[in-house]
């Protein structure tokens, strides 16, 4: 089952704005992944917390970690086209036994120039 | 480094039809995974590997069978494709079971 949950599904702003996007989770975790995609290509990771990190950046991404309220965010600044993807949370999950990722259905973001 | 590849990038089959997809890194990484992905779906865990020789169940496994007989190489087969099966299938690989993963850039599959 589906551990991270993206909210919007979908995202359309104009270049130079800032994008956030937020990931909600069930049970408790060691560390929370985001991941984007680009149309038709494979995911591409962006930035891993740790459930004992707040926040963490990296460039123009800003990534938040709330464990109380089970919920993360990542923040894009200064967006520009090439930023328009998907992005998708994943947080720890377990099948047969070993520790493995479960992705959520994740965050459709259209950059316009 | 290649990273993550795959083969074929596209195949369309028959129903009844079977095929082996082939992953293949370069990491020396230990786990390796297959996912399916569908429209509104996200990705789903198929079956993973945890090191050479060792495989595991994930969320959707069923129709699927996969092999790890050397490190580098990860197997997905479909012995009798079905129409449920056309998706886009993705191959990764980490260090352990919660650790960054690197994606191969993906099998489009149809079943007709």
């Known amino acids: 089952s589906q551990q991270g949950e993206e909210d919007p599904q979908a995202l359309s702003i104009q270049e130079g704005e800032n994008a956030t996007m937020n990931c909600s989770y069930k049970t408790s975790i060691n560390n929370l992944q985001w991941y984007r995609q680009n149309s038709g290509r494979g995911l591409v990771h962006l930035i891993l917390i740790r459930s004992n990190e707040r926040e963490k950046h990296s460039g123009r991404l800003r990534v938040t970690l709330d464990t109380s309220k089970k919920s993360s965010s990542l923040l894009i600044t200064a967006s520009r086209a090439a930023d328009t993807a998907s992005y998708f949370c994943a947080t720890d999950s377990s099948y047969s036994g070993y520790s493995t990722l479960t992705f959520g259905k994740g965050t459709m973001l259209l950059v316009s120039p | 480094n290649a990273g993550v590849t795959q083969t074929p990038k596209f195949r369309v089959l028959k129903t009844g039809q079977s095929m082996t997809l082939l992953c293949a890194q370069d990491?020396?990484?230990?786990?390796m995974y297959w996912y399916r992905q569908d429209p509104g779906m996200g990705l789903r865990l198929i079956h993973y590997s945890v090191g050479e020789g060792t495989t595991a169940k994930g969320e959707v496994p069923d129709g699927y069978n996969v092999s790890r007989l050397k490190k580098q190489n990860f197997l997905l087969g479909l012995e009798s494709a079905a129409p449920s099966q056309t998706s886009v299938y993705f191959c990764a690989s980490s260090y352990s079971g919660t650790d960054t993963q690197y994606f191969g850039p993906g099998t489009r599959l149809t079943v007709l």
């Open positions: 990491m020396n990484h230990e786990y």
